[in-house]
């Protein structure tokens, strides 16, 4: 089931959309249109840019250490690589864009931009349509070109999404640390700060 979609996928608008499916998932325009969205919070929200900016920067951390680290790397100590679709059925699936050879299962290009999404619609609500169309239009691309099975882009934006939840979760509990001790009084050694505050009245 998992290779008959595929090649369904592959094939369908072939020759037509092909250009726009290796664009978006081109690895230099990815880092410059998630640069940009920064970019664009410290330009018009500065309010909210730090905040959203280190939670780009953890979100890609976590990821770069399960999906990467540990999923696609580490754990093939144990377990068979999961062959890319152009590489095991060349016969059936044409390739589009850069051709990886790594490990196809999970996908890092659905997992990266779902939990990138995940974290710019918590702090951006309204951006929700624009920014699940994109998730859904990236896993469709990596199938269509050629590198990821459905099941690798499912199991990818699950993890995303897991991955951005956590780091609104760490982000939040880092602000509201830093705010109770921004807001607690000052303690003095000694109980000197009780004895200014009652010459003080």
């Known amino acids: 089931m998992d290779r008959e979609l595929a090649v369904a996928i592959n094939q369908l608008g072939a020759g037509t959309i092909d250009r726009v499916t290796e664009l978006v998932c081109d690895v230099p325009f990815l880092v410059v249109l998630w640069l940009g969205v920064v970019v664009l919070a410290w330009i018009f929200d500065r309010r909210r840019a730090r905040r959203v900016t280190l939670a780009v920067l953890a979100a890609l951390t976590i990821h770069a250490i399960v999906t990467e680290l540990l999923l696609k790397h580490a754990l093939l100590a144990f377990f068979d690589q999961r062959v890319r679709p152009w590489m095991a059925h060349p016969d059936a699936i044409v390739p589009i864009g850069h051709r990886f050879e790594d490990s196809s299962f999970p996908s890092s290009h659905a997992a990266t931009t779902a939990a990138l999404v995940a974290v710019l619609v918590w702090h951006y609500p309204r951006s929700w349509p624009l920014g699940v169309a ?5 896993a469709f691309a990596r199938v269509h070109n050629g590198m990821h099975y459905p099941t690798d882009v499912g199991v990818g934006t699950l993890l995303g999404l897991a991955y951005g ?12 640390g830093a705010e109770a001790s921004r807001s607690s009084p000052t303690e003095h050694p000694s109980g000197e700060g009780d004895a200014r505050d009652e010459r003080a009245r």
Do not use: E, S
Not at 134 to 138: E, K, P, Q, V
Not at 167 to 173: A, K, L, P, S
């Open 134 to 138: 994109f998730a859904l239009f990236m």
């Open 165 to 176: 939840a956590l780091t609104v979760w760490i982000i939040g509990r880092f602000d509201r």
